[in-house]
Antibody, heavy 117, light 112 residues
């Protein structure tokens, strides 16, 4: 079964850091373009970042550029999102997704990040 | 960035009746390969989005045929032939043509 499972969310103070993980099963992240999307509870979906299948190309939303880093570990078949200098507006549920045929066809269940003092 | 605009914002539906959601993009989503890079999702309460339609009109695996997608270029429609209680939630369109991926604001479907 193709599946993504996020982890690593939690409560962090403003200015702090978190690393989100997205473990894949049923397919290999190294053969897929992978994305992170976030959602403030009760609000819409907002794209955050993308990594190409070979890992050579990464792109970020302007709101997180310079603070977040997307990466992956092929041996662990896991996608990551390193989040530094966190702000209150980064509070959201973070989803990872696999890009295929022009869509995010597989999503994780999400992990919650709360940035608050 | 491509702006995605959905309507209506809210859609109360009588069980068994059809429903239709519109999605418009600020730029054409027609790829050079002839496909429209437009997807539809349903997000049920407390869950992650689930893919319903990809490339404008293709149903994802396991999606019942009461869901259908149509349109091309900048105007797209999701139709539900007969709405059931299990179809309630927020529907989103998303363009997958270019980064950043962008989503419509969502349409909340509820049962009357």
């Amino acid at each position: 079964e193709v599946q993504l499972v996020e982890s690593g969310g939690g409560l962090v103070q403003p200015g702090g850091s978190l690393r989100l993980s997205c473990a894949a099963s049923g397919f290999t992240v190294s053969s897929s373009w992978m994305h992170w999307v976030r959602q403030v509870p009760g609000k819409g979906l907002v794209w955050v970042s993308r990594i190409s299948s070979d890992g050579s190309n990464t792109v970020y939303a302007d709101s997180v550029k310079g603070r977040f880093t997307i990466s992956r570990d092929n041996a662990k078949n896991t996608l990551y999102l390193q989040m530094n200098s966190l702000r209150g507006e980064d509070t959201a549920v973070y989803f990872c997704g696999r890009y295929y045929n022009g869509a995010l066809d597989v999503w994780g269940e999400g992990t919650t990040v709360i940035v608050s003092s | 960035d491509i702006v995605m605009t959905q309507s209506p914002l809210s859609l109360p539906v009588t069980p068994g009746e059809p429903a239709s959601i519109s999605c418009r993009s600020s730029q054409s989503l027609l790829h050079s390969n002839g496909n429209n890079f437009l997807a539809w999702y349903l997000q049920k309460p407390g869950q992650s989005p689930q893919l319903l339609i990809y490339l404008g009109s293709n149903r994802a695996s396991g999606v019942p045929d009461k869901f259908s997608g149509s349109g091309s270029g900048t105007d797209f429609t999701l139709k539900i032939s007969r709405v059931e209680s299990e179809d309630v939630g927020v529907y989103y369109c998303m363009q997958g043509l270019q980064t950043p991926l962008t989503f419509g604001g969502g349409t909340k479907v509820e049962i009357k």
